[in-house]
């Protein structure tokens, strides 16, 4: 029997950005000063420790209670169906070995565990790899080092110093292996620099190690983006990505190692070209056979001016008002509107395939506070609300700010474990909010009278509302702006409702957040796992008013469920979680408490003997020396060795 190994901690050495944001050893430095305290911190974006001011109230401020009507059938402007893995997510192919594991053989175990999280409340996880560096990365049979990928930033190939890659069939073999475990559903990427010799390699391993698991194959990575990196001609028109695209469509349809020839996505726009351009084109029309999709990619700003010097001066303490409005997601997608309309009528999905808080890596103590975490949620349901089909959050590199997920560096990974952030805790509200049913429509209930801070959604299933999403962007931790829902339905209202709340103290908190009393802790300190005690309210209705009256503190977010079943199907007990089985570095792993070390005698404790952390050294006596109980210590937990190999 095959033996599978997995392992939580980081072997590829590297720094990268994410997408359009930015790649290489570069760190952003924060733009202005937010605090005294962080106006000095020069580390890794990621773990950035700036903290932002709340904005004040707003005046006036919104009503504190207000009636939430629910019809029951015939109910106008619901969404098309979704999926419980619509809120998905994006990773760039040059920090996957980071994030996936080594190779087939080696998993990140944080990683597993985030992904099960998800597929036990949604049945499945959508993961698109690719971004820039997809469009040159080349399929090799090996590396020179052996690696599953390796990097080279002498050859940087555009303005955001996207890395080219080359990788083996491993790190398709290694989704494979995270498919069967997760149930994890991938996008892949067809390299799109060189249209006069396509490299198909990776659809060709893609359909063959992946199968079912392979979900779409994106044919060009913001396209309207490639006149400016220097990528194209500047008279690159959206025809012009047209004919490429039937070129692509003419080689697949050569290469028999491809048997499915209906899985390209496109096209992938930035922002730049609008969508219609596009569709005006006939490339729907012509190409709809081998369309597994339509996509887009964007995000509601960018930060490249702190990175690169260009385009708008932005702070995240002046952005920061932005995030916390329901109009946020609403200009979002305004501009998509027609697009998902269309894509109804040629039949086919339209996927965000690509986003997140900013571009070029987003705003310190914005992209990683709980601003982000309520923001997502209201921006995903509202995408959901108007017919896109998935939304793919992106994760990069330890430069940027937005990751929903970041493993530790290499040399920090045997006593680091991941950070997770706040857009992956919007994940799991929005993962529930929809259920596992694939029946879930959602309707924006423009409730207290359209309110931009109270947003709320309703979800429902053949034509019965099953759960509500409230969210309460207003700052305010006297209690005066906690909120008082007072959700009725059309018939007779329910003897109670299960609530579960997404929690923090103020907008700009950074980490601990609670998603139902459950939280993945501070930088550093997650195993994937949620931790603490799952914390389910049950809030007891008034039916003979046909009233539950359901409190969204402020700020915080609430997630009711109209009846039991609805909680079931959306949370259907602990997930199945994997353990370390095996451990990347085999000596010199003992570790003490800081607090412990803080108040030792040290001037004693090496009296006597000489204690030793090389490889053939027994140090016991001297350990024992300077620890004036080793059993008093082993016993608290607080002298923590990591074994060569544990099977668990």
């Known amino acids: 029997m095959r033996l599978l190994l997995v392992h939580s901690f980081l072997l590829v050495t590297g720094i990268v950005q994410a997408a359009i944001t930015a790649y290489g050893p570069h760190v952003q430095q924060p733009l ?15 773990y950035n420790n700036i903290i932002l001011t709340p904005p004040p109230v707003p005046s006036p401020p919104p009503p504190t209670s207000f009636d939430v009507e629910l019809q029951t059938g015939g109910v106008l402007n619901l969404s098309i169906p979704q999926h419980g893995s619509f809120f998905g997510f994006s990773i760039e192919f040059s920090v996957v070995t980071q994030v996936l594991g080594l190779n087939s053989s080696f998993l990140q175990v944080p990683f597993l565990n985030l992904m099960a999280n ?91 190690l992946l199968g079912d698991y392979l979900i779409g194959l994106q044919a060009g990575n913001e396209p309207d983006l490639y ?61 709809n056979q081998n369309l597994a999709a339509l996509a887009v990619e964007r995000y509601p700003t960018d930060n490249c001016y702190a990175q690169f010097g260009t385009g708008t001066p932005r702070t995240g303490q002046e952005m920061l008002p932005d995030y916390l409005s329901h109009k946020s997601g609403q200009q979002i997608v305004s501009e998509y509107l027609n697009s998902t309309a269309y894509a109804q009528t040629v039949g086919k999905p339209f996927l965000m395939f690509e986003t997140n808080t900013a571009s070029c890596g987003g705003f310190p103590g914005l992209s990683d506070s709980f601003t982000a975490a309520l923001w997502a949620v209201d921006y995903g349901l509202q995408m959901a609300y108007v017919n896109f089909t998935s939304a793919l959050f992106h994760i990069g590199g330890q430069s940027v700010y937005y990751n929903p997920f970041t493993p530790p560096v290499t040399n920090q990974s045997t006593f680091h474990q991941w950070t997770i952030g706040p857009v992956y805790y919007s994940a799991l509200f929005v993962a529930e909010a929809l259920g596992s049913s694939n029946q879930s429509q959602v309707l924006d209930l423009q409730m207290n009278d359209g309110n931009e ?54 907008v700009t908190q950074k980490y601990n957040f609670t998603w139902a009393g459950q939280t993945f802790g501070d930088v550093f300190s997650s195993d994937g796992r949620p931790v603490g005690t799952v914390d389910i309210q049950t809030i007891d209705c008034d039916q ?79 350990l024992a020396q300077a620890l004036p109980s080793l059993g008093a210590l082993i016993a608290g937990a607080l002298l923590v060795t990591r074994m060569g190999m544990v099977v668990t």
Not at 32 to 46: C, D, E, L, R
Not at 177 to 203: K, Y
Not at 470 to 498: M, R
């Open 118 to 208: 998800l597929r036990e409340r949604a049945g499945s996880v959508y993961v698109r790899v690719g971004g820039n560096t997809q469009d040159y990365a080349t399929l090799v049979s090996s590396t020179p080092d052996g690696a599953a990928l390796e990097k080279y930033y002498s050859n940087e190939s555009n303005p955001t110093d996207t890395p080219p890659v080359i990788f083996t069939s491993e790190i398709i073999k290694m989704m494979a292996e995270i498919s069967a475990l997760t149930n994890v559903r991938w996008f892949l990427g067809v390299p799109f620099n060189d249209t006069q010799h396509w490299r198909l390699q990776i659809a060709e391993v893609g359909e063959s």
């Open 544 to 622: 003979s008013h046909n009233v539950c009256n359901v409190k969204v503190p402020a700020p915080g977010a609430a997630l009711v469920f109209l009846s039991d079943e609805a909680l079931v199907e959306s949370d259907q007990g602990p997930t199945m979680t994997f353990p370390t089985t095996a451990y990347t570095k085999l000596h010199n792993t003992a570790t003490i408490d800081p607090s412990v070390l803080a108040t030792s005698n040290g001037n004693k404790g090496l009296a006597g003997s000489l204690a030793g952390t090389s490889k053939g050294v027994n140090g016991a006596f001297g």
């Open 453 to 506: 801070f109270t947003p709320g959604y309703a979800i429902y299933e053949n034509g019965q509302p099953m759960r509500v999403a409230l969210i309460n962007f207003v700052d305010d931790a006297s209690g005066a702006s906690d909120y008082t829902a007072s959700i009725s339905i059309t018939g007779t209202a329910p003897a109670q409702v299960k609530v579960k709340y997404l929690s923090a103290t103020s």
């Open 227 to 287: 006149s400016r990196h220097g990528h194209r001609p500047q008279s690159y028109s959206p025809d012009d990505y047209k004919n490429e695209f039937g070129e692509l469509i003419q080689a697949i349809s050569a290469d028999s190692s491809i048997p499915n020839k209906d899985l390209l996505i496109g096209p992938n726009l930035a922002g730049v070209w609008q969508p219609e351009q596009i569709w005006d084109t006939g490339f729907v029309t012509n190409f």
């Open 32 to 46: 202005g000063t937010v605090t005294a305290a962080s106006a000095s911190y020069t580390g890794a974006a990621t």
